[in-house]
């Protein structure tokens, strides 16, 4: 399975991601993980990536593209991927067909999740992310047992800085500027799928799954 996750911040690409790369057995490949590692290992690609994530812009396609296409030569590739945030442009979507098309591996489907705005922000302004794992809760609707430690390994609980009021506004417009357009590419290529991403997580997981068969 190829596929490609797309919705707006907060719609839980990451949180059905791992379902989903558990379901199909293939590598969940972020590219906003990828560059909160760098951050976190204080890289140059990880200094040049702050300075726009801070702000909820784009990191340039210039710098994106080239470490998805990377990516994507790694063995766990072999047989099938799922890209999280990934293409987010029109400039990125013609990149990856390109890739795509030199290696002989189309894509299969392209998952849309929809949800409102009121919805998205409670989401995002509740996440809080684990500092050793990466692994993503909510102070709300999926809390951890102990108030700011992670159920899965212990570690620190923290608010990414792109969560903050302020810095959500801003993706928002980046994603119906630049990304949402991307959804009517692949409606056009036949391959887009859209689900609710509204309910239960396990419910979500579902409906992903029947939608992908
Ligand atoms: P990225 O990390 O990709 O962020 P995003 O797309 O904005 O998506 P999020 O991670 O915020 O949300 P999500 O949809 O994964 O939701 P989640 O499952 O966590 O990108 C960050 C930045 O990196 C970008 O702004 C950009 O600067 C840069 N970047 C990344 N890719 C790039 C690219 N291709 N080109 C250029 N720049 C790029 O869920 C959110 C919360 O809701 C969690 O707390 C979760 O517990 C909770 N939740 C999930 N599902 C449910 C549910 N069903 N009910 C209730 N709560 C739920």
């Not at 972020?30 to 590692?37: H, L, N, P, Q």
């Not at 990191?59 to 945030?85: A, C, I, Q, Y």
């Not at 299969?108 to 705005?117: G, H, P, Q, T, Y």
């Amino acid at each position: 399975m190829r596929l490609i996750l797309v919705g707006p911040p907060g719609a839980g690409k990451g949180t059905q991601a791992v379902h989903l790369a558990s379901n199909f057995s293939i590598p969940h490949i972020s590219t906003g993980d990828i560059f909160r590692f760098n951050i976190k290992g204080e890289t140059e690609l990880g200094l040049l990536a702050k300075s726009y994530m801070d702000k909820g812009n784009l990191v340039p396609d210039s710098v994106t593209n080239d470490m998805v296409k990377d990516r994507l030569t790694h063995p766990d590739t072999k047989n099938g991927f799922l890209l999280d945030g990934y293409p987010r442009n029109i400039e990125q979507a013609d990149f990856l067909a390109n890739v795509l098309k030199e290696n002989g591996t189309p894509l299969d489907a392209v998952l849309e999740f929809s949800l409102e705005n009121a919805e998205i922000i409670k989401r995002l302004a509740g996440r809080r992310v684990c500092r050793g794992c990466g692994a993503t809760s909510h102070v709300e609707f999926d809390k951890p047992k102990v108030s700011g430690i992670c159920d899965a390994c212990g570690g620190e609980l923290y608010q990414r800085d792109d969560d903050k009021e302020e810095v959500i506004a801003n993706r928002l417009a980046v994603y119906a500027e630049q990304t949402a357009p991307i959804i009517n590419y692949y409606k056009q290529a036949g391959i887009l799928k859209t689900i609710s991403a509204v309910g239960e997580v396990s419910d979500i997981a579902a409906r992903a799954i029947a939608a992908l068969k």
